[in-house]
C-alpha cells in the first residue's frame, strides 16, 4: 500500500459521539479526568483546558506505562478547552487504570528523553477539508503507533485539533485535522514537510517487511 491507499475518511458527527463529554466541558470550568471500567475494558472521559499538544503528551505517557489506546475521539470546544473519550487497554499485570493521572499525562510535557519508534505505515493521506488540514493514516497496530504519529506532527510545528482514532482487524486507522500555533492552518512548508516524514514511515514498514522475508 502507498500514500492515499485504504486510509480512513473523516467521521461522520464527531461532536455527537462526544456529545456528553463535549456537555461537561462547557458547562464547568473545571478539568478533569474519569477512567472506568466499561463493558469488559476501560474507558477514560477527559475535559477542560489543556495545552495544544496535549494529545501527543497524553498518547506518549500511555505508551510509556504500557496503556494502548485503543479507540476514541477528541475535539477543541473553546480556545484552550477540550473534550475526548478513549477506550483504553491496561497492560498485562499492570495497576488498574483509575490510579493514573491521566489529565496530569496529558498536561505534562514529557521529558526529552521519552520518545516513540515511527509508526509503521501501510497509507496515509493529506488533504485540504471542510476543517482544514486532514491527515489520515493507517498501519500496524501496535503500542507507540499513536504516540509516533502525533509525534511527526510536533516535529512541523503542528498538534491535533480534531482526531479520530480506532482499528480494523491488525491495523490502526487514525483521522485528524491538523492546526499550528494558534489554531492557523499550517504553511504549505511545513505540510510537504509532514508529507516526507510520513513517506518515511512508509519506508520503514516496507524495510520491516524485507527484512522478515529475507531471514
Known amino acids: 500500500m502507498s500514500e492515499a491507499s485504504g486510509v480512513p475518511t ?3 458527527n464527531l461532536e455527537a459521539s462526544l456529545a456528553a463529554v463535549i456537555a461537561q466541558a462547557r458547562r464547568t470550568e ?12 476501560w474507558q477514560l ?41 478513549f477506550a483504553l ?16 499525562m496529558a498536561r505534562r510535557q514529557p521529558s526529552g528523553a ?3 519508534a515511527m509508526p509503521r505505515l501501510d497509507a496515509f493521506e493529506i488533504v485540504r477539508g471542510a476543517a482544514g488540514i486532514e491527515v489520515s493514516v493507517r498501519g500496524r ?13 510536533a516535529l512541523f510545528g503542528m498538534h491535533a485539533e480534531r482526531l479520530s482514532v480506532g482499528s480494523e482487524g491488525e491495523r490502526a486507522v487514525d483521522w485528524f485535522v491538523v492546526k499550528a500555533t494558534g489554531g492557523r492552518d499550517p504553511a504549505p512548508d511545513s505540510v510537504a514537510a509532514l508529507r ?9 514498514r516496507e524495510r520491516s517487511a524485507l527484512s522478515t522475508l529475507l531471514r
Not at 487497554?89 to 496530569?104: C, I, N, Q, S, T
Open 45 to 85: 472521559e477527559l475535559w477542560g483546558s489543556l495545552p495544544p499538544t496535549w494529545a501527543g503528551s497524553l498518547a506518549l505517557h500511555c505508551s510509556g506505562v504500557g496503556i494502548d489506546i485503543a479507540e476514541g475521539c477528541a475535539c477543541r470546544v473553546g480556545p484552550s478547552r477540550w473534550a475526548a473519550r
Open 10 to 12: 473523516a467521521p461522520v
Open 114 to 116: 521519552m520518545s516513540s
Open 196 to 204: 516526507v516524514a510520513l513517506n518515511a514511515c512508509l519506508a520503514a
Open 141 to 153: 497496530d501496535e503500542p507507540g503507533f499513536l504516540a509516533g504519529v502525533l509525534q511527526r506532527f
Open 89 to 104: 487497554k491496561a497492560p498485562r499485570g499492570g495497576p488498574e487504570l483509575h490510579a493514573f493521572d491521566f489529565l496530569r
Open 30 to 41: 473545571k478539568s478533569e479526568a474519569v477512567c472506568a471500567r466499561a463493558g469488559g475494558r
